[in-house]
């Protein structure tokens, strides 16, 4: 079956960076979308940053200029690189994945915590 690991999460103050991996596995097809979903204390999961293909990207305007997400796609890996980050990005950070092209199915990630404070 399909499972996606995080890890990189962690605690940092703001202004400084964090990098998320994401590894997953018993991936049976190649066209998929990648990406990261957060969840705040008391929030409602939201989209951070996706990735279909090297040129298809979709950030929320919170994190727009801020974040960066990439893949390897041989690998089926996804990274975040999280720069100047700010106490409102304190959340549960969820791995994504989502088959394209046939199913539509999606999988996510166990949640990795990164935590900016002073």
């Known amino acids: 079956q399909v499972q996606l690991v995080e890890s990189g999460g962690g605690s940092v103050q703001p202004g400084e960076s964090l990098r998320l991996s994401c590894a997953a596995s018993?991936?049976?097809?190649?066209?998929?979308?990648m990406g990261w979903y957060r969840q705040a204390p008391g929030k409602e999961r939201e989209l951070v940053a996706t990735?279909?293909?090297?040129?298809?990207?979709n950030y929320a305007d919170s994190v727009q200029g801020r974040f960066t997400v990439s893949r390897d796609y041989a690998r089926h890996m996804v990274f975040l690189e999280m720069n100047k980050l700010k106490r409102e990005d304190t959340a549960v950070y969820f791995c994504?994945?989502?088959?394209?092209?046939?199913?539509?199915?999606?999988?996510w990630g166990q949640g990795t915590q990164d935590t900016v404070s002073s």
């Open positions: 018993g991936i049976r097809f190649g066209i998929t979308r």
């Open positions: 994504y994945l989502r088959e394209e092209r046939f199913r539509l199915d999606e999988y």
């Open positions: 990735i279909a293909n090297p040129t298809t990207t």
